[in-house]
T-cell receptor, first 115, second 117 residues
Framework: DSGVTQTPKHLITATGQRVTLRCSPRSGDLSVYWYQQSLDQGLQFLIQYYNGEERAKGNILERFSAQQFPDLHSELNLSSLELGDSALYFC??????????????FGPGTRLLVL | AQKITQTQPGMFVQEKEAVTLDCTYDTSDPSYGLFWYKQPSSGEMIFLIYQGSYDQQNATEGRYSLNFQKARKSANLVISASQLGDSAMYFCAMREVMDTGRRALTFGSGTRLQVQP
């Protein structure tokens, strides 16, 4: 158990809908990262938050947005869903004090299926 | 250009034998970190081992070791004494700091390892 929690574990929805994925980082970790794992694109970085502020953006679509709350949990909002958004969405957290040595610990993921 | 290349889509190994999973990387950043993660069929991503670009020695963590060859830009994972529970996807990942300070990981496409009894 990495200490990172994600809910829900599975999500089935229809095209055009909107969903919210939730992540709670490990105790003490200030940084949250969102990644998408799909069969055709592999594992891709979406967005990073650090202590409530957006830190970096990756290949995140405009239909997707995220935020990190004062208690450091984060939510990833996916709207106008398309079939191609079906994927495993991971949240990872790290302390991010300094340097490159810091390890990101991943949550169990949310498996999204868009029908 | 691919930042992280894992050329072995699938590997088989006999139980109790050692296996090497290949990873090559591409970066112009002098300071970077290399990570290996394991993803069993249940889906979670499990951190295995880390190697920093300035580390003088190859990293080891239990049965996992990293064969780091900086000049060749390779960071191969060696699993000794394979166990049935080692059957999983293995991902190599890199973090570059760069000017932006971005610390997100870039992942390779993975290698599926199957350990045979």
């Amino acid at each position: 158990d990495s200490g990172v929690t994600q809910t829900p574990k599975h999500l089935i929805t229809a095209t055009g809908q909107r969903v919210t994925l939730r992540c709670s980082p490990r105790s003490g970790d200030l940084s949250v990262y969102w990644y998408q794992q799909s069969l055709d694109q592999g594992l891709q970085f979406l967005i990073q938050y650090y202590n409530g502020e957006e830190r970096a953006k990756g290949n995140i679509l405009e239909r997707f947005s995220a935020q990190q709350f004062p208690d450091l949990h984060s939510e990833l909002n996916l709207s106008s869903l398309e079939l191609g958004d079906s994927a495993l969405y991971f949240c990872a957290s790290s302390v991010e004090r300094s340097g490159i040595r810091e390890t990101q610990y991943f949550g169990p993921g949310t498996r999204l299926l868009v029908l | 250009a691919q930042k992280i290349t894992q050329t072995q889509p699938g590997m088989f190994v006999q139980e109790k034998e050692a296996v090497t999973l290949d990873c090559t990387y591409d970066t112009s950043d002098p300071s970077y970190g290399l990570f290996w993660y394991k993803q069993p069929s249940s889906g979670e991503m499990i951190f295995l081992i880390y190697q920093g670009s300035y580390d003088q020695q190859n990293a080891t963590e239990g049965r996992y070791s990293l064969n780091f060859q900086k000049a060749r830009k390779s960071a191969n994972l060696v699993i000794s004494a394979s166990q049935l529970g080692d059957s999983a996807m293995y991902f190599c990942a890199m973090r570059e700091v760069m000017d932006t300070g971005r610390r997100a990981l870039t992942f390779g496409s993975g290698t599926r390892l199957q350990v045979q009894p």
